[in-house]
T-cell receptor
Framework: QKEVEQDPGPLSVPEGAIVSLNCTYS??????FMWYRQYSRKGPELLMY????GNKEDGRFTAQVDKSSKYISLFIRDSQPSDSATYLC??????????FGSGTKLNVKP | DSGVTQTPKHLITATGQRVTLRCSPR?????VYWYQQSLDQGLQFLIQ???????AKGNILERFSAQQFPDLHSELNLSSLELGDSALYFCASSHTEDRASGANVLTFGAGSRLTVL
């Protein structure tokens, strides 16, 4: 069983839609969670990170962690074609080693 | 530009050969991480160095080795290459984003794409 599981997609939505991206993790000791965005042929770039449970909002992006169900979510409001990318979730129990999901490919159609 | 520099961007080589990938971390970052990204395995953690010393090891094969030099740049050496080693290899460096929680956020380079024929 992988430490972090993520549906690979692809997920295709119309411009302006609310997007929900989800991951599950298996290790209850995980405290740190991150979302990265990766454009084609580029390195992943950090979108958001959270510590422990709860929500965190940054502009159109909201990250949510539910430790009771070991569920990580990223919501994108008013999605734009420029949001089209692969989204990677990650979790870890210390700051030396994170486990990444395999990524969900998102396509926002104009 | 993330500030993490990786060279070469692309590399094509044959099975059995050896290659070296290089990474320069962001200015001020002491930690360097190496990840392998392939289509079927996603982003896999290989190894981490902090200020010249190995700090954590992931799914790194014995044919692979790495080191971090006094100027903090790092090299990943891949030897006896196999077809299955074809992948994107990413380097990341870290700083502390949130001092209260101690989380270290990773900044990735653009990657080195290795093709083994």
């Amino acid at each position: 069983q992988k430490e972090v599981e993520q549906d690979p997609g692809p997920l295709s939505v119309p411009e302006g839609a609310i997007v929900s991206l989800n991951c599950t993790y298996s290790n209850s000791a995980f405290q740190y969670f991150m979302w990265y965005r990766q454009y084609s042929r580029k390195g992943p770039e950090l979108l958001m990170y959270t510590y422990s449970s709860g929500n965190k909002e940054d502009g159109r992006f909201t990250a949510q962690v539910d430790k009771s169900s070991k569920y990580i979510s990223l919501f994108i409001r008013d999605s734009q074609p420029s949001d089209s990318a692969t989204y990677l979730c990650a979790g870890g129990w210390n700051f030396n080693k994170f486990y990444f999901g395999s990524g969900t490919k998102l396509n926002v159609k104009p | 530009d993330s500030g993490v520099t990786q060279t070469p961007k692309h590399l094509i080589t044959a099975t059995g050969q050896r290659v070296t990938l290089r990474c320069s971390p962001r200015s001020g970052d002491l930690s360097v991480y190496w990840y392998q990204q392939s289509l079927d395995q996603g982003l896999q953690f290989l190894i981490q160095y902090y200020n010249g010393e190995e700090r954590a090891k992931g799914n790194i094969l014995e044919r692979f080795s790495a080191q971090q030099f006094p100027d903090l740049h790092s090299e990943l050496n891949l030897s006896s290459l196999e077809l299955g080693d074809s992948a994107l290899y990413f380097c990341a460096s870290s700083h502390t984003e949130d001092r209260a929680s101690g989380a270290n956020v990773l900044t990735f380079g653009a990657g080195s794409r290795l093709t083994v024929l």
